[in-house]
């Protein structure tokens, strides 16, 4: 509840669907390539070596993780060094006070930009926007994204036999947090009555929903069998199964900034983050981006 509170400590709103990420992975394809598929508990060095054995047998690209390359792939790229028992990029993405690049948090980087410049991982501006339909037609063996796609492939079945597995780990589990919710600025009227629409919204409207498009678990717990128990239904266990991993995991962090500055942070993102990726700009440069925006922090508090 506190990326939902107020700088004063009051509640400004609360989560209503959780968003959680993992890998979805075609089954045949890894068989081909004589790897294992992903499973909980896998390293980051078994995910990129998985990505380039897929990339040796034809795949054009063996991993495609726009999570790792976009303007929040900073956050992302936190898991590393959170897993490996590091620092997390930001301390707080609702209320943050600084932001931070460790030694592990730069070791994470460094093999990702070795996983791009050997053609195994998609690069910084790679179109995402039909990245779905590849995967389902098999030509994308292993896809960064979330359980949200599990409804759509119920109703357009893929050409493939696929399944959805944790984010990778160093050492111990660690995932992004990433909650749509609801909100109510403090000059509504009829404040009680709206809060009561607010937990109808927020527990009851989930089991008439999910059970017909089970899209996202409910962060309200009671309401959280009609998720499960309609991936269940249509034989989605790694789904599910991925899901209640994710929601366990005690190592998290946000998937972007909240604040009112987070658009002059992604420019900072942006002026730096590509060109690092690609070998345009030294690994040195993560903490001058780091640095840029710690001096946006500063002024803004």
């Known amino acids: 509840m506190k990326n939902w509170k107020t700088a004063d400590g009051k509640i400004g709103g609360v989560p209503s669907l959780m968003n959680t990420y993992g890998i979805w992975y075609d089954i045949d394809a890894f068989k081909a390539a004589g790897i294992p598929v992903p499973a909980a508990g896998w390293t980051w060095d078994q995910m990129y070596e998985a990505a380039a054995k897929l990339h040796e047998k034809g795949a054009k690209y063996g991993l495609v993780a726009d999570a790792m390359t976009a303007l929040d792939a900073p956050f992302s790229l936190s898991l590393y060094s959170q897993s490996a028992g590091g620092a997390p990029f930001t301390n707080d993405v609702h209320h943050p006070t600084k932001v931070t690049v460790d030694a592990t948090y730069t070791e994470g980087v460094s093999k990702l930009v070795a996983g791009i410049k050997s053609g195994a991982v998609a690069p910084p501006g790679y179109d995402i926007s039909n990245q779905q339909s590849l995967f389902s037609a098999g030509e994308i063996p292993m896809l960064w994204s979330g359980q949200w796609l599990a409804a759509g492939f119920l109703t357009d079945k893929p050409k493939i036999k696929y ?89 998290t962090i946000g998937v972007r900034f909240t604040t009112q500055w987070a658009g002059q942070a992604s420019d900072l993102v942006t002026a730096y983050w590509p060109d690092i990726l690609q070998g345009k700009k030294p690994l040195s440069d993560l903490q001058t981006m780091a640095d840029k925006i710690n001096e946006l922090v500063k002024s803004n508090s």
Request: charged share 20%; proline share 8%; glycine share 4%.
């Open 163 to 251: 399944g959805f597995a944790p984010l990778p780990q160093v050492d111990k589990p660690a995932t992004l947090y990433d909650a749509v919710g609801i909100c109510t600025p403090s000059y509504t009227k009829n404040a009680d009555a709206t809060f009561k629409v607010l937990k109808y919204l927020d527990s009851t409207v989930w089991d008439k929903v999910l059970p017909d498009s089970p899209v996202a678990v409910p962060a309200y717990t009671g309401a959280q069998d009609s998720y499960f128990n309609a991936l269940d239904k249509a034989g989605q266990t790694t789904v599910a199964s991925t899901v209640k991993t994710d929601l366990k995991a005690s190592a």
